[in-house]
Structures are given as structure tokens and as C-alpha cells.
């Protein structure tokens, strides 16, 4: 079975990459997944706030030094045979410009953009928000040559309209979805306290429904980042119109050489259906089928409405 695909412009032998985690500060782990074939690596995003010299990381204890990350994407590329896609957070203009430049200078093969913004000033309307990503994405394209791909979160009042833009942008790829890690409240110390949750096959729901609603309608490369923990969460993305699919949970609870598990699960259910390729099946449910993209959408709501009951507890 071909499970070939091109994910920003990178051919890839099969769409299954490990997501960004702290998985590739530990060469062992990294050559485990190549053995067990891991499509490409994605490193775990540089916040501008963690590099040394900034008040915030000097301030929070977040110091992480840039050469540092840069080397690691050295011993990277000096390690594995993959592309290897550095991350990248930034908070300023002037940052996003240079760290991306050294990202690019370290040897990586390609830059995803991990926008993980919330916006919590009453004052700053969706338009500025847009506009601000939109201002970074132009000026990265313009300073990097690798491909670069934009990690959006799901809260945009027009995702389809936002993606449409980033084409133009210059964004070679999508990533749906970064995670909010939303904190929690202890009600005893009175402060909010972190929260972190690996992710489940129900994540995939929404970012299926999203790939499916933008698959044939932008020049980008997509890729699904969370809820893959099987094969068949891979043939939802695939079938919906992912290029590739990121994991991260699946591999940190059975081991690198899970990947390679998920990938005959692939191949398997393409095969079993008649498949020619993975890029047959590639796209094959999405939006684009539908005469009525919005009717369909909304049938779809009824339905699920109109014939769920809930299974109430026996006395």
C-alpha cells in the first residue's frame, strides 16, 4: 500500500510524524522514532518568554537559552535521517523574525508557527487579532526559505476566512489544533493551579470537522495535532483531508514503536477498503463533496439532535 503523502512540500513516506513534546530532548527516544518510522519530528515550541535575557523568563524561572534549543536542532539533524520542523512561540514581531531566522540557521527542515494566544483585553476586537497574525506570518515568510506552517487554536469567529488568508500570508501548512491548557481554581489556596491533560480520541471530533470544512479550499498543506491515538483516528484525518497527522499521547503511553503499529493499522483498513493509494482516500469525505457545505453542516447538527436520548441510571 502507498502511504506516501507531501506535507508542506516535504515527501513523506506516510503521514504519521510525533507531535511537538519534550520526546526530542532525549536523543535515545528521538532514534526510536526513527526506527519505529517516524515521518518527520516536530520539535517542542521556544517561547520567547523562556529565552535567557527577557524579564518574564528571569522573573518566572522559564530560562531556557536559545543556543541551547538551537544545538538541540543540530544534534537533531545530525541524529536522524527525517525532516525535523522546529516551534516556535513568539510574543513580539522582532521576536518571531530572529528566532525564526535561527531556527532556519540550526538546519531545520521547516518552522511551525505555534500561535497560542488568548485574548483577554475587552479593548482588542477579532479583526486586531487576526490582523497581528496575519502582520507575523507575512514578515516570517519574507525573512525564512524553509516552509512554515501556522498553529491555530479553534476560536476564530471564520476559520475558512482566516485559512484563505494565511494562503495568501504565505503559510505553507495549517496545524488544527493548539491546545489551550485552561487552568483550574483550588477554592482552599484561592489561585488558579495548572491543568494538564494528554489528549483523547474525542479531541479528534472537532478537528476533523475543521480539516473536513477546509480540505480543497486552501493551497495549504493540513495536519491534524491531537486525538490520533489509533489507526482509525488516522483514517478519520486521512479521509477528511489531513497531509499529515501529529502524535504525541499515543507515543507517550505505548513507546515510539507504536507508530509503526498505527501505521499497519493504516495500511490495512486502505487496503481493506479498496484503496489505491493514500492519497485516494485522501479528502475523500470532505466539505467540498457536499453541494451545501452549510445545509450539510446543519443537517448534520439536527440529526445528532433530534435522535440522542440520554441513558438515564437504573434505580
Known amino acids: 500500500m502507498d502511504l506516501s503523502t507531501t506535507y508542506l512540500g516535504l515527501k513523506l513516506p506516510h503521514p504519521l510524524m510525533s507531535g511537538a513534546s519534550p520526546l526530542v530532548d532525549d536523543l535515545d527516544l528521538v532514534k526510536r522514532l526513527e526506527d519505529a518510522g517516524t515521518a518527520a519530528i516536530v520539535m517542542h515550541s521556544v517561547f520567547e518568554e523562556q529565552i535567557a535575557g527577557t524579564q518574564q523568563a528571569a522573573h518566572g524561572g522559564f530560562v531556557v537559552r ?19 520542523i522546529g516551534s516556535l512561540n513568539g510574543t513580539t514581531p522582532d521576536g518571531w523574525i530572529d528566532y525564526a531566522q535561527q531556527v532556519e540557521d540550526a538546519g531545520a527542515d521547516a518552522l511551525e508557527m505555534n500561535f497560542y494566544h488568548v485574548a483577554t483585553d475587552p479593548e482588542e476586537s477579532g479583526d486586531l487579532v487576526e490582523a ?9 515568510r519574507r525573512t525564512v526559505t524553509i516552509p512554515i506552517a501556522v498553529k491555530l487554536a ?8 482566516l485559512a484563505r488568508q494565511l494562503d495568501t500570508a504565505g503559510a505553507d501548512g495549517l496545524v488544527l489544533f493548539n491546545r489551550f ?25 472537532l478537528r476533523v470537522r475543521w480539516i473536513a470544512i477546509l480540505s480543497g479550499r ?14 482509525l483516528d488516522a483514517v478519520k484525518a486521512i479521509l477528511a483531508g489531513a497531509h499529515a497527522v501529529q502524535m ?22 486502505l487496503d481493506q477498503h479498496e484503496y489505491g493509494s493514500l492519497q ?14 452549510s445545509s450539510f453542516e446543519r443537517d448534520k ?8 436520548q440520554p441513558r438515564m441510571a437504573r434505580s
Open 248 to 269: 504525541v499521547t499515543a507515543i507517550y503511553e505505548h513507546g515510539p514503536e507504536y507508530l509503526a503499529v498505527v501505521r499497519r493499522e493504516l495500511g490495512h483498513w
Open 154 to 161: 479553534p476560536f476564530f469567529s471564520s476559520l475558512p476566512h
Open 301 to 308: 447538527y439536527l440529526h445528532a439532535v433530534q435522535f440522542w
Open 66 to 84: 536559545a543556543d541551547r534549543y538551537l544545538e538541540q536542532v543540530r544534534r537533531l539533524k545530525e541524529t536522524v535521517g527525517v525532516p525535523v
Open 218 to 231: 486552501v493551497r495549504a498543506s493540513l495536519a491534524i495535532s491531537g486525538g490520533v491515538l489509533s489507526g
Open 280 to 293: 485516494d482516500a485522501q479528502g475523500s469525505l470532505n466539505l467540498t463533496r457536499r453541494p451545501d457545505a
Open 181 to 205: 491548557y485552561q487552568p483550574d481554581i483550588d477554592p482552599e489556596m484561592l489561585e488558579a493551579v495548572p491543568r494538564l491533560r494528554l489528549s483523547t480520541s474525542d479531541d479528534l471530533l
Open 132 to 140: 497581528r497574525l496575519l502582520d507575523i506570518v507575512e514578515r516570517v
